[in-house]
């Protein structure tokens, strides 16, 4: 009967429907489909959207939180993956579930909150909130411990200092408490301190329009080759030199002292491209690893960064080098100084150095001792050594004339 009822004869199979080809269906829905576009009332219904001129999606908290020029540092897989994000490159998929998608998401959702966070007036936030609840004890004890870090750095005192300085400190009826105070925590003080400032010199780098670099080698306790890396710049009429870093350098050649230049001047709140455009002088001295114009430090510089790059170089290097050069000349010049040097390192050995006292007491002369006559104030050092010669150099002849 229902067969009958549906038109078909007792021995008539029902049709089968017929299966379009992929290539056709896609071909029909291209022919109909309609062009994807930004609805205007999108931007209302999600506030964080940004839509760019090519009409690409992008999400203001991911970016800020996630992205390229995001503060944090941190280096978690989760947030690697994160950084990746269609929204934080750039999604090209027109849909509104998948802006409602994205906004469900936890990674958008915890990007929110921390941009929620940063932005908030001061004194809203629940972070700060939570500090001011805090023993004012406490904050005046850290407040102590952090000025005792600072001093240790800006005078130049090692680290071991810390612990003294906290006990001197207790004898004068200041309440430092019991944690703290120790080398490791004197560390994190000063880490803490260096990144203050280096985000106060980040501020002042983005509102400048050029920089120059300025470096020197130099080599620490361990005869390892440093870069030491300077950088000046002007804003508003007002000219600034500010400490990078002093960098190991892996070998002390161009490339060696290049790279450590790059590692000091990458700072992580300038984009790379950005602190690259804004280079246009290198200061440094006048030695040809970094003036060679084939393979010198400037050269590289011409060659990876931009071929406008000035080289200034050291003027008191380039005066330096100049009065070796001319005193080459003189044949006095040079057997003053090698007897110069020669006394210096004699008299650093401690029997020379006590039979020279013993002379120095026979002579009735004040004693006065032969320095090195090299130094960073090449001129200055030089008169002095001659002057310390010429007066207990009575005293220096009867000591040399003796069996030494």
């Not at 930004?38 to 001129?53: C, G, M, Q, T, Y």
């Not at 280096?75 to 906004?103: E, Y």
């Not at 005046?140 to 200092?161: E, G």
Request: glycine share 6%; aromatic share 8%.
């Amino acid at each position: 009967m229902l067969r009958q009822w549906c038109g078909l004869t007792p021995n008539q199979p029902p049709e089968k429907k017929k299966k379009m080809d992929l290539k056709e269906v896609n071909k029909a829905y291209d022919a109909t489909k309609r062009k994807r576009s930004v609805v205007p009332a999108w931007k209302a219904e999600f506030p964080w959207l940004i839509v760019d001129e090519s009409e690409t999606l992008f999400c203001l908290p991911c970016q800020t939180v996630y992205g390229p020029h995001a503060e944090t540092r941190q280096q978690r897989d989760i947030f690697r993956k994160r950084s990746q994000g269609s929204f934080v490159k750039g999604c090209q998929n027109l849909k509104h579930d998948t802006l409602v998608c994205h906004q469900r998401s936890d990674g958008h959702k915890e990007a929110q909150e921390k941009y929620e966070a940063r932005n908030k007036k001061k004194g809203e936030s629940i972070a700060e909130k939570t500090i001011e609840t805090l023993n004012t004890k406490v904050f005046q004890k850290l407040k102590i411990l952090f000025i005792n870090a600072h001093a240790l750095a800006m005078h130049c005192r090692p680290v071991s200092d810390f612990k003294w300085m906290c006990e001197m400190d207790e004898k004068k009826g200041l309440d430092l408490g019991s944690t703290y105070r120790n080398e490791k925590s004197c560390k994190e003080f000063l880490v803490a301190i260096a990144e203050i400032t280096r985000l106060a010199i980040e501020d002042k780098v983005k509102s400048a329009k050029f920089i120059t670099i300025m470096s020197d080698g130099s080599t620490d306790v361990s005869a390892t080759e440093q870069e030491i890396v300077y950088l000046h710049f002007a804003v508003d009429g007002k000219t600034h030199c500010n400490f990078l870093g002093l960098v190991q350098c892996d070998k002390p050649d161009a490339n060696g002292i290049y790279d450590a230049i790059m590692q000091a001047v990458k700072l992580p709140g300038i984009p790379k491209e950005e602190m690259m455009k804004k280079i246009v002088g290198f200061a440094g001295d006048g030695a040809a690893v970094n003036t060679g114009k084939k393979a010198g430090v400037i050269a590289l510089m011409r060659e990876r960064i931009s071929g406008d790059i000035l080289m200034v170089q050291c003027m008191a290097h380039r005066v330096e080098l100049a009065f070796k050069e001319a005193m080459k000349q003189a044949s006095l010049f040079i057997k003053v100084y090698v007897l110069l040097d020669a006394l210096y390192k004699l008299y650093r050995i401690p029997k020379q150095a006590a039979g020279l006292k013993a002379a120095f007491s026979t002579t009735n002369i004040s004693k006065i001792w032969p320095v090195r006559v090299g130094g960073t104030r090449w001129v200055s050092h030089t008169h002095t050594a001659l002057q310390n010669m010429l007066r207990g150099y009575r005293a220096i002849v009867l000591h040399l004339s003796q069996d030494i």
